[in-house]
Nanobody
Framework: QVQLVESGGGLVQSGGSLRLSCAAS???????????MRWYRQAPGKQRDMVAR???????EYAASVKGRFAISRDNTKKTIYLQMNNLKAEDTAVYYC???????????????WGQGTQVTVSS
């Protein structure tokens, strides 16, 4: 019923850039609003850590490791959030997941959804 569809991952050289997208969709209804949205990443053998957050009120937060290099944004019309990643480093290699805590829809509020994950690989 609900999907967070991620795209934009891939292989990039150190110092390069990628932009990840996460589009929310509802198979039989309308999404009116999106709550707190976040980007997480998980490298092999590591825990999943939040790297960026964008609240419904427009406040953004970043992990120290990506601050100044990554930027989170959203397109409310498209119900999509983005993660612009610049000056990528090998340490950024991970599967990146988007997440929202809430979708306000024509079927009422729905909670806790994850994207399928998209691989970002940064070569040294």
């Amino acid at each position: 019923q609900v999907q967070l569809v991620e795209s934009g991952g891939g292989l990039v050289q150190s110092g390069g850039s990628l932009r990840l997208s996460c589009a929310a969709s509802l198979s039989s209804g309308v999404i009116f609003n999106i709550g707190d949205m976040r980007w997480y990443r998980q490298a092999p053998g590591k825990q999943r850590d939040m790297v960026a957050r964008l609240t419904a009120g427009g406040d953004s937060e970043y992990a120290a490791s990506v601050k100044g290099r990554f930027a989170i944004s959203r397109d409310n019309t498209k119900k999509t959030i983005y993660l612009q990643m610049n000056n990528l480093k090998a340490e950024d290699t991970a599967v990146y997941y988007c997440y929202t805590d809430r979708l306000v829809t024509s079927k009422g509020p729905l909670y806790d959804f994850w994207g399928q994950g998209t691989q970002v690989t940064v070569s040294s």
